[in-house]
């Protein structure tokens, strides 16, 4: 009996961690992966890469923009998990451009995700370039297709749009806004 209960115990705890996996994996950031989202993914097979999710199709055509955004939903909760914006839009043979991470949820394997603090975003990754913009500071990162932008309010010297900013003023703890790959090469 002790040996049927151990191994029923033993296949349980592999479960879990293979759920556990799963989950981790389904929010991992790489340069050329975001969960089972890659560059060579097409528009037509969204769907079933995200089975679990709602995936909607936003159609943004109007006077000032001809583009589309297709917003992937988690289905329980209905949460916002991504933005993506398709190369050539309302063509379903078209693969992602870029991806908005709109949830905490995403992160890269050095933890990199909205909410980062601007030193531990620093401490993994060189900073290519640090963009000045109206209301954020856009960073580019050396070597993966990552952006990600800081509100201004989290920068020490006051700075109008147009004025180079330093990583140096930029609050220790300031937090990444928002998050984006970018796919369009």
């Given at each position: 009996?002790?040996?049927?209960?151990?191994?029923?115990?033993?296949?349980?705890?592999?479960?879990?961690?293979?759920?556990?996996?799963?989950q981790?994996?389904?929010?991992?950031?790489?340069?050329?992966?975001?969960?089972?989202?890659?560059?060579?993914?097409?528009?037509?097979?969204?769907?079933?890469?995200?089975?679990?999710?709602?995936?909607?199709?936003?159609?943004?055509?109007?006077?000032?923009?001809?583009?589309?955004?297709?917003?992937?939903?988690?289905?329980?909760?209905?949460?916002?998990?991504?933005?993506?914006?398709?190369?050539?839009?309302?063509?379903?043979?078209?693969?992602?451009?870029?991806?908005?991470?709109?949830?905490?949820?995403?992160?890269?394997?050095?933890?990199?995700?909205?909410?980062?603090?601007?030193?531990?975003?620093?401490?993994?990754?060189?900073?290519?370039?640090?963009?000045?913009?109206?209301?954020?500071?856009m960073?580019?990162?050396?070597?993966?297709?990552?952006?990600?932008?800081?509100?201004?309010?989290?920068?020490?010297?006051?700075?109008?749009?147009?004025?180079?900013?330093?990583?140096?003023?930029?609050?220790?703890r300031?937090?990444?806004?928002?998050?984006?790959?970018?796919?369009?090469?």
């Open positions: 009996m002790n040996r049927i209960q151990l191994l029923c115990g033993g296949v349980m705890v592999l479960a879990f961690l293979w759920s556990c996996q799963q981790e994996s389904r929010y991992r950031i790489q340069n050329d992966q975001i969960g089972d989202l890659t560059p060579t993914t097409t528009v037509a097979e969204l769907s079933a890469v995200f089975s679990q999710d709602s995936v909607v199709d936003r159609n943004n055509s109007s006077q000032f923009s001809n583009r589309n955004e297709i917003v992937v939903y988690d289905k329980g909760s209905q949460r916002e998990l991504l933005r993506l914006h398709p190369k050539t839009s309302f063509d379903s043979t078209s693969t992602i451009a870029t991806v908005q991470v709109m949830d905490t949820l995403f992160k890269t394997p050095e933890g990199l995700g909205i909410g980062t603090a601007f030193e531990d975003l620093s401490a993994h990754y060189k900073i290519k370039r640090i963009e000045n913009t109206l209301g954020t500071a960073i580019f990162l050396e070597g993966i297709p990552i952006y990600v932008d800081i509100d201004k309010s989290e920068i020490y010297e006051p700075t109008q749009m147009g004025v180079e900013i330093e990583a140096s003023q930029i609050k220790r300031a937090k990444v806004k928002h998050l984006w790959l970018d796919w369009e090469d």
